[in-house]
């Protein structure tokens, strides 16, 4: 499942406001979990090969700001 990280999140949640809220809910109930021992996956994800094996790279709709 996509790891919903501090950095990450706060960069996802900064593409947010361009988007639908049905997009956003579809997203977030997707591609998010709940660490049942935080400690333990965050020390996972430090792993080359693990990131590589469970991250979820998602493109976002392109939309020009004005």
């Known amino acids: 499942m996509f790891e919903f ?3 990450t999140g706060s960069h996802f949640l900064s593409q947010v406001k361009y988007l639908s809220v049905v997009l956003v809910q ?3 109930h997707s591609h998010t979990s709940m ?3 935080y400690s ?3 020390d996972e994800w430090t792993s080359t090969d ?3 094996e469970h991250v979820h790279k ?3 709709p392109y939309a020009q700001v004005r």
Do not use: F
Request: charged share 35%; net charge negative; with cysteine.
């Open 5 to 7: 990280r501090c950095a």
């Open 26 to 28: 579809e997203l977030v």
């Open 35 to 37: 660490a049942t021992d």
């Open 40 to 42: 333990k996956e965050l």
């Open 50 to 52: 693990y990131y590589d």
């Open 58 to 60: 998602i493109q976002l």
